[in-house]
Each structure stands twice: as C-alpha cells, then as structure tokens.
C-alpha cells in the first residue's frame, strides 16, 4: 500500500491541498502503507522556490510526515527522456511536426462545427521531418474501445477512447508534460493508491492509456471533491485564509486544522471531535462524499477553542511560544505558558489573540487606558488598593485559591462588594477594566509585578484626588 501527495509547487499549500495529503498519509498510515511526498515542478515558469518552502513547512507544521521523499520532478528529466524514447521505439508515441498554426486552425474550425477541440492524428502514421522543425512528441492514444476505472469516491467511470486524442507528452525542446510525468512517477515509485482532487478526473483516462502502453499496473485511483467557501463558490482567497501557512499566522492549532480538514467531505456518525489517532483508525477514503463540501470558518474556530481548552497545556504552549516570537515577546519573563494557556483558553479564539491579550504579564503596562483609568481609579479607589496591597505584600503562597481568599477577605473587611475592590485592582494590574478573573490575573502578573503596580495605581489614585 503506497500513497503520494503530489502538490505543483505554484502557489500556497492551500486548504484542499492539504486536506489531500491528509487523505493520502491517513490512508498510508491506516493500512501500514508507505506515504511519499512528490513536488511536481516541471512547470519551470510556475514554479517557486517560496511555493516548495510553503509546502514543506505547510506539511511540517500539521505534522504530515511523510516515509520517502520529497522527490523532485526536475531531478528526474533523463528518467522521462528515457520513457518517451521508449514509447517511440514501441510505436506508441510518434514525432508530430504539426506548426502551431496548423493546430489554431484545426482547433478552430473544430469549435466552428461544435466539435470539441482535439488533435486530427495528421502525423499519427508518420511524418516527414521538416527542416528547422523541432517536433513534440504525442501519444498514440487507442483509437478504440473505453477506459474503464472504478473511482474509490466516484465509482464506476468509463470514457470512450473517441473522446481522446493524441496528447502531447514532450515539448519540442524534450520537456515532458504532467500527464505523462505523473504516470512514471507513480509506477517507479509504485504508487498502488493516487488519491487527487477531481479536477484531476478528466486526466485519470489519458493516463491510464500512458500505463496500459508502459505495461505497468494501474494503481487505484480516489478523485476528492473541491472545496467551496460559505458562498457555494469555489474555494479561493476571496474567502480570506486558504493558505494553510496563514491558518498558522492567524492562530490556530495544527489539531484543529486536521480535525476540519477530516470532516471536509467525510463524517463518521455525527462524531466532530478525532483525534489523529482516531481518524486513523476510522478513517476510510471509499467513504469520502462525492459531492462539494464547504468550508465553515465558525466550525473552524470552534475546533480551535476546543483543542485550545482540552489539549495538555504544555502541549499548546509549545505551538504559544512561535506567536511571542513574532510579537517580541519574552516568555521568559513572566508565568509559564502552560500556566497562561490554562486561563486564556477560554477566553480567546486563537492563540493569536492570547498572544495579543497576555503582553501584560510578560511587559510593563504603559498608560491607563483613558476609560478604564476614569472610571475604575477614582479617589474613592485609594483604600481598597491600600488594603488589598497591604494583605498582598503579606501572603507567602502566590497562587489562585489564596489570592481569590485575599480579595475576599479584603471586601468583607471594608464591607464593600467584590467589584469594588476587583475592578480598581485590574486597572491597577493590567491598565485595562478586561483581564481574566482577578485572582488569576494577580497569579500571572506575579508577586513583584503586582505590588509594584499597585503602587503606581496609588499614586495615580492619589496625585488626581489631590488635583481636584
Ligand atoms: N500536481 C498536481 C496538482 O498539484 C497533482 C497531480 C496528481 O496528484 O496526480 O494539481
């Protein structure tokens, strides 16, 4: 069992691709099944050097580990000089000298007559050479009977061979095209399952032409529906992210990710939530829905709360510890992130914004904000921060329960209600009214942290009374 994710290096790793080579690696890892990475970069024009980057790391972040690979196409050029060489010795590829103009006209005059564009076979039983003329080189396509494959998502699928022509499978300066280089590939590489998108479907005949020719044996072919976003439309950047990489920028969890990726077109009951071992065990590709599925970026978030919430929170710091680099923040100095992941989680949607909303325990707080400061630290404001600051500087134990106990106390002492005490003191903490609850908040900020920002909250509290 053997299977390949086969990406053209031209753009993003975007979201169908990556739902593919999940497809593909769960498939490989389900059936104790080898799972290649194949970088199709014939296309020299399209191709980038960025795109495989992108590709690479897209693979490397959701932790799709492949066994062999990455291959290159473009480091297999002779492989595929060799094969069309041979096919042309076989009589089953032939030298076309046909101008392109020739090709516009027949092409032409073919839509003229409603007909559907193919070659005429004008150099199918020999040529001669024309002087100057670099010819391509076409496959001898059958020019009876169908092609019959039974699709592992589709089903059953037959085309008559009338409705093929000869392809092309090397340019005039011997370049091969990728329905040729994809059908070496994968019999080199023994590839027994070629899970794609089904873009791919109208392909999949004229391939399996190219193997019967090469004597190979067909591997099974699985043809995955496309994508649509939330408007019933094809997939595309319109829809904001599509690029897996920029998942990551935005904050999400590789898990989540995956576990989205899964239900796109396959479902296991009514069950949301898999584990990547769960979609292993589970996972059956004939049993991938034929139709379009669309993409939710509120089911998205959902999932990403949820592994945020349930994963090991050492498990999410690990992936934390990527967004303060980016934001230049040091984790370094402040809670630990497993201790931090355990109080944002649910209070954020991605690890973006726990990043955005955390710089407070790990930086000094710069102004007030206006609002909070008017509101919340008013001369009335004074003895409760005194009194909480006074207790605070007395406690040992720097953790939740006791700190939630210290606030408490303090209210019941001054006979005031919580807030009175909670909403100065968050102020006080965080230069804003939003944080988590206070005794967590006072938890991450720290023992040091807290009381000398209690301080400077007193003063503030104190030179405004004093300017009335
Ligand atoms: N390289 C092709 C693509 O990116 C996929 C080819 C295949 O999987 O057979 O669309």
């Not at 960025?50 to 196409?73: C, H, K, N, R, T």
């Not at 392109?100 to 032409?108: L, M, N, S």
């Not at 230049?328 to 949607?349: M, T």
């Amino acid at each position: 069992m053997r299977t390949r994710f086969a990406p053209s290096p031209t753009g993003y790793l975007h979201v169908g691709g990556a739902r593919t080579a999940l497809f593909c690696y769960l498939e490989a890892r389900a059936r104790n099944g080898v799972f290649i990475l194949r970088i199709e970069d014939t296309d020299l024009e399209r191709s980038t050097p960025e795109s495989v980057q992108a590709i690479l790391d897209g693979m490397e972040w959701l932790g799709l580990d492949y066994d062999e690979g990455p291959f290159y196409q473009t480091q297999r050029f002779d492989r595929y000089a060799d094969v069309v060489q041979q096919l042309l010795d076989d009589g089953r590829a032939y030298h076309c000298y046909c101008s392109k103009e020739r090709i516009e006209g027949i092409r032409e005059e073919q839509m003229k007559a409603g007909l559907k564009p193919r070659y005429d076979g004008h150099c199918r039983d020999g040529a001669e050479a024309v002087a100057g003329v670099k010819p391509v080189v076409r496959f001898r396509n059958p020019h009876q009977g169908d092609v019959v494959f039974d699709d592992l998502v589709r089903g059953r699928i037959s085309i008559s061979n009338t409705e093929l022509d000869d392809l092309v499978i090397a340019r005039p300066d011997g370049s091969p095209t990728y329905n040729f280089t994809v059908v070496v590939d994968d019999m080199d590489m023994k590839v027994s399952l070629v899970i794609r998108g089904d873009d791919h479907i109208n392909n999949t005949p004229r391939q399996i032409n190219i193997y019967q020719a090469l004597g190979a044996e067909l591997p099974d072919f699985a043809h995955v529906p496309m994508i649509l976003g939330d408007d019933g439309a094809r997939l595309s950047k319109r829809h904001g992210a599509v690029g897996v990489l920029q998942y990551r920028e935005d904050g999400y969890l590789p898990q989540a990710l995956l576990n989205y990726l899964v239900r796109l077109g396959w479902s296991h009951g009514d069950q949301e939530v898999f584990s990547l071992q769960e979609m292993i065990e589970l996972f059956d590709i004939r049993q991938v829905n034929r139709k379009a599925s669309a993409f939710s970026t509120d089911k998205l978030d959902w999932l990403n709360q949820h592994y945020m919430k349930t994963l090991p929170p050492a498990e999410v710091a690990e992936h934390l510890v990527w967004y303060f680099e980016k934001a230049g923040i040091n984790p370094e100095k402040g809670p630990s992130l497993a201790d931090l992941v355990s109080v944002q989680a649910d209070r954020v949607k991605t690890l973006r914004e726990m990043t955005d909303q955390s710089r407070v325990f790990y930086e000094d707080i710069g102004d007030f904000d206006a609002g909070a400061a008017k509101k919340h630290l008013r001369p009335v404001a004074e003895q409760p921060l005194r009194a909480i600051g006074n207790r605070l500087a007395d406690l040992e134990i720097w953790e939740p329960e006791r700190l939630d106990q210290v606030v408490r106390i303090t209210a019941e002492e001054l006979e005031v209600g919580m807030g009175k005490i909670a909403q100065p003191l968050r102020v006080a903490l965080t230069g804003t009214a939003i944080s988590p609850s206070i005794d967590k908040t006072l938890w991450l900020v720290g023992r040091e942290r807290s009381l000398a920002r209690i301080s400077r909250a007193l003063e503030y509290v104190m030179a405004r009374a004093a300017a009335v």
